[in-house]
């Protein structure tokens, strides 16, 4: 039951979303309790929109969806969190009839959707989704600071239900061509002491609201 995931923090109702346990540290464990998608954009809008379906049929669908976990890049600061201001879809590209790489067709949609940014001390950072690792060459073809496989699929399916959604993200990988399992893990321990900050940041804005 998604009841069993949701926080209440002040007035709003909390659903976090994950996507893998190698992320979900000692220090979010204390803190949270999230709703686990698996990995990847299929997964992550199959799980998220079973939820909310089930959530809304009882009228207790959630104030704000809150995706969490570890992002690759090479230009940010590896270990650090930021807060995605806007994400993209990097798999669509229909520019063979004459549509914007990124753009989906006939949605109506732009290419980078914004997202709410409300963590004043957390540094904001534009997000692409896709289905792929990226890793060395690979982030010359995209246009956005940090990736992930996730948040623009669960953002989608938020917008369905009319729920907003804020994305933080800790850089794990990304400086260093990936080459094993371990080169993203090695720095999760980072990333999870340094996500629970920002949440505990993000509830204090919440609570005061």
């Not at 090479?74 to 650090?80: H, T």
């Not at 950072?125 to 060395?136: D, K, M, P, Q």
């Amino acid at each position: 039951m998604i009841a069993d995931f949701v926080k209440k923090v002040g007035k709003r109702r909390v659903l976090y979303v994950m996507a893998a346990e190698s992320e979900y540290g000692p220090h979010l464990q204390s803190r949270i309790m999230p709703l686990m998608t698996g990995v990847g954009p299929v997964e992550a809008a199959v799980i998220l929109t079973e939820a909310l379906t089930r959530s809304a049929g009882t009228a207790s669908l959630p104030d704000l969806v809150v995706s969490l976990g570890s992002a690759g890049s090479q230009r940010l600061e590896q270990g650090a969190v930021y807060q995605a201001s806007s994400v993209s879809y990097r798999d669509m590209d229909a520019s063979a009839l004459g549509f914007p790489r990124g753009e989906t067709p006939f949605s109506g949609l732009p290419i980078d959707i914004e997202l709410d940014t409300p963590v004043p001390d957390v540094p904001m950072a534009r997000l692409s989704t896709g289905a792929n690792i990226v890793s060395g060459a690979a982030y010359d073809s995209v246009d956005a600071d940090m990736v992930d496989m996730e948040t623009f699929a669960l953002k989608r399916a938020a917008m369905r239900f009319v729920v907003p959604l804020v994305a933080l993200r800790g850089i794990s990988d990304g400086a260093t061509e990936l080459h094993h399992f371990d080169d993203w893990t090695q720095y999760l321990h980072i990333v999870d002491e340094r996500l629970a900050e920002a949440v505990d940041g993000l509830e204090g804005v919440l609570a005061a609201s």
